[in-house]
């Protein structure tokens, strides 16, 4: 996964915040999936425009100390698990 | 409630089911809303916009639109179109009467499913309920929407007079490419006064519990899980959704936990006075409602697979809420003789079987 | 896992607390086909 890379939604999915973090919404299904992902993912990321670099930095900003390693893993791993999911697509992919 | 992310209370709802008008060309015997004769009071145009507004701001993920008949309304492919630029996904149930090759045109945009009412696989079925010509009318509406390759589904309520004909109603579904939804009939508006004609009885929804578990493709609109068997478990809801992931929106702008309990005692609020954010989240009525607990139902084996069921019911048959589903699989086989509950005898059941 | 490790070990080093971006996230799914009240 590189660290330019963007994402968006897939084909009919929707997001919005929630207090525990994100709940998608795919009305191919239709299914809603709940992702903890806290306050660190804002639902502007999944347009396309917003890099993993971009993302690491302003969570990284918006904790200080955190180490920017540890971060990047979490957003890897998280991003992953929505790709895995059909939820998100990488940006040249969609 | 077994979703912890529910429970802690979600910010909006995820559907919101809109009755657009009462106006209706037909006079369905199970109708929820009563409707025939547009009345004085529904939401102007510009009210409706208004609220797909707030149902955008909110972040509803999808409308869920009935009435009456909303085609009847004379702006009622305006307000699509309004609510589809706010990319809010609409599905649209109707009788079919008013669709055409022109409607279906201007509907066709991703946006948008429709669910087209059916409540036999013949006419003489289907006319029982809905009126003369509404079959010929749905299956015109049908070939029209799915000529276009439009996401169709045909729903039909579980009656006394659909229950014998639910495979062919689900080839019917078929052989237009449409999916398949089996709902709900609850005593509430003209249904009331209709009930014990049209409802299955309690012999039958054991045989359609079943028929539910052989057939997983078919959708049920969340509305049968206190009938529904551990294998269906997860195609949908559990427990009841409103006020925790939907609720309802009147002809007249009043909200609703769902569109059974249109009753005063339930009134959470009214549009535009209100707004439906507000109402939302600080509503009594919809407190209330979040906190129902059927404590009698607790210590039932089946209690992970219904939660006590559908509230509606059992105000609708009971008077009260927080009383269990008068119809839930647990009521149903208790209830009967053993010789009548052949499940587990392995005998096959189902719509125009024998043992129907 | 190495990795890891040495990320913990500098988490600890540093005195912050960041166990949330420890774990992986677990998205729970419902199905719902919400068109329960309309006929």
């Not at chain 1, 590189?2 to 299914?31: I, M, N, T």
Request: proline fraction near 4%; hydrophobic fraction near 35%.
């Amino acid at each position: 996964m590189g660290q330019e890379a963007a994402y968006c939604l897939s084909a009919g999915v929707q997001v919005r915040r929630e207090k525990f973090g994100l709940l998608f919404y795919d009305y191919r299904g239709p299914r809603l999936y709940f992702a903890p992902t806290k306050d660190l993912i804002q639902e502007g990321f999944f347009g396309g425009q917003v890099t993993v670099a971009d993302l690491t930095s302003s969570i990284c900003e918006a904790n200080g100390g955190w180490p920017r390693k540890l971060v990047q893993s979490w957003i890897e791993r998280t991003l992953e698990t929505l790709v895995g999911k059909g939820l998100i697509c990488e940006q040249s992919v969609c | 409630m077994s979703n912890p992310y529910v429970d802690l209370g979600l910010s909006a709802p995820v559907n919101v089911s809109w009755e657009v008008t009462f106006a209706c060309n037909l006079s369905c015997l199970h109708c929820v809303s009563d409707s025939g004769r547009k009345r004085n009071g529904e939401l102007t145009t510009e009210e409706c916009r208004r609220m797909i507004d707030t149902l955008a701001s909110m972040k509803v993920f999808q409308v869920n639109i009935g009435g009456g008949e909303p085609f009847l309304r004379k702006d009622f492919l305006d307000l699509m179109d309004y609510a589809h630029q706010k990319g809010i996904v609409t599905c649209i149930s109707t009788n079919g009467t008013l669709i055409d090759d022109q409607i279906a045109g201007r509907l066709d945009n991703g946006l948008v499913y429709l669910q087209v009412s059916l409540d036999g696989a013949r006419a003489e079925t289907n006319d029982a309920i809905r009126g003369e010509g509404s079959f010929r009318s749905a299956l015109r509406a049908l070939e029209c929407l799915s000529k276009r390759g439009l996401g169709v589904s045909i729903n039909t309520v579980l009656t006394r007079l659909s229950f014998p004909e639910l495979d062919q109603l689900e080839g019917l579904a078929d052989s237009f490419g449409a999916k398949f939804r089996v709902s709900r009939f609850r005593p509430s508006g003209r249904g009331k006064a209709n009930w014990s004609e049209l409802s299955v009885s309690k012999e039958d929804l054991l045989l359609f519990s079943e028929w539910l578990s052989r057939h997983q493709q078919v959708s049920t609109g969340d509305s049968f899980f206190s009938v529904s068997h551990e294998d269906r478990k997860s195609l949908g809801l559990n427990m009841c959704g409103a006020c925790k992931l939907t609720c309802c929106v009147s002809p007249l702008g009043e909200v609703y936990p769902c569109a059974f309990l249109q009753e005063k005692e339930f009134l959470a609020g009214k549009l535009p006075q209100d707004s439906l954010q507000f109402i939302w989240e600080k509503a009594p009525v919809f407190h209330s409602f979040r906190e129902l607990e059927i404590r009698s139902c607790e210590s039932c084996l089946r209690f992970d697979f219904c939660h006590g069921g559908c509230p509606a019911m059992a105000y609708h048959t009971q008077r009260k809420l927080g009383l269990p589903d008068p119809e839930c699989l647990a009521n149903c086989v208790t209830r009967l003789p053993v010789t009548a509950w052949r499940h587990e005898t392995g005998d096959h059941c189902g719509p125009g079987s024998s043992g129907n | 896992m190495e990795e890891i490790r040495e990320m913990e070990l500098e988490v600890k080093d540093t005195a912050q607390e960041a166990p949330f971006i420890l774990q992986e996230i677990v998205i729970e799914e419902l199905a719902v086909d919400g068109i329960c009240g309309i006929y």
